[in-house]
T-cell receptor
Framework: EAGVAQSPRYKIIEKRQSVAFWCNPI?????LYWYQQILGQGPKLLIQ????????DSQLPKDRFSAERLKGVDSTLKIQPAKLEDSAVYLC??????????????FGNGTRLTVT | EDQVTQSPEALRLQEGESSSLNCSYT??????LFWYRQDPGKGPEFLFT???AGEEKEKERLKATLTKKESFLHITAPKPEDSATYLC?????????FGTGTSLTVIP
């Protein structure tokens, strides 16, 4: 089966600019997650979708980050305006069932964002 | 507070030198523990799911075990291609909690 697709793979922007990331999950996976991974740390959840509804966005910095999942398939994550501390890898993951019941998370290869 | 702690942070092994990585957790209502492998520049790759104490899973040179408070990833006779960061994650059914990983280097 095709894996989780993400684009772009790399992005360099200046602070205060905006950026958007795209994710296409594994076909049939209803649950989609966006994670932020800073070098040397484990992934940190930003937002979780179940179909096209938000399940958990408690750790999403809503003053600058936004995400949507139209039609319950593809998703985009946007940062506007970006700060230096947003430099990280942004990982998208999907799973068959929410919360890991009976199925693990499957990750894409991420987008490495550098904010200068 | 729910959390996951992995040790050691980094491990260097000679090729063929077996060892174990540890993942200890304190969560209310464990519903699953997952091991992932992450290579530089890539996303985590799923290895194993463990659901209950006493459960074991094996894949090639890797064997994962689970107790009520921790999990071990045993690596038998590792090869240089086993070099990667190994991440542990637990789920309560509502949320996933990730450890910070163990960076494994296997020297030829």
């Amino acid at each position: 089966e095709a894996g989780v697709a993400q684009s772009p793979r790399y992005k360099i922007i200046e602070k205060r600019q905006s950026v958007a990331f795209w994710c296409n999950p594994i076909s049939g996976h209803a649950t989609l997650y966006w994670y932020q991974q800073i070098l040397g740390q484990g992934p940190k959840l930003l937002i979780q979708f179940q179909n096209n509804g938000v399940v958990d966005d408690s750790q999403l910095p809503k003053d600058r980050f936004s995400a949507e999942r139209l039609k319950g398939v593809d998703s985009t994550l946007k940062i506007q305006p970006a700060k230096l501390e947003d430099s990280a890898v942004y990982l998208c993951a999907s799973s068959l069932n929410p919360g890991g019941w009976g199925s693990p998370l499957h990750f894409g290869n991420g987008t490495r964002l550098t904010v200068t | 507070e729910d959390q996951v702690t992995q040790s050691p942070e980094a491990l260097r092994l000679q090729e063929g030198e077996s060892s174990s990585l540890n993942c200890s957790y304190t969560v209310s209502g464990l519903r699953g523990l997952f091991w992932y492998r992450q290579d530089p520049g890539k996303g985590p790759e799923f290895l194993f799911t463990l659901y209950s104490a006493g459960e074991e899973k094996e894949k090639e040179r890797l064997k994962a075990t689970l107790t009520k408070k921790e999990s071990f990833l045993h690596i038998t006779a590792p090869k240089p291609e086993d070099s990667a960061t190994y991440l542990c994650a637990v789920t309560t059914g509502n949320q996933f909690y990730f450890g910070t990983g163990t960076s494994l280097t296997v020297i030829p």
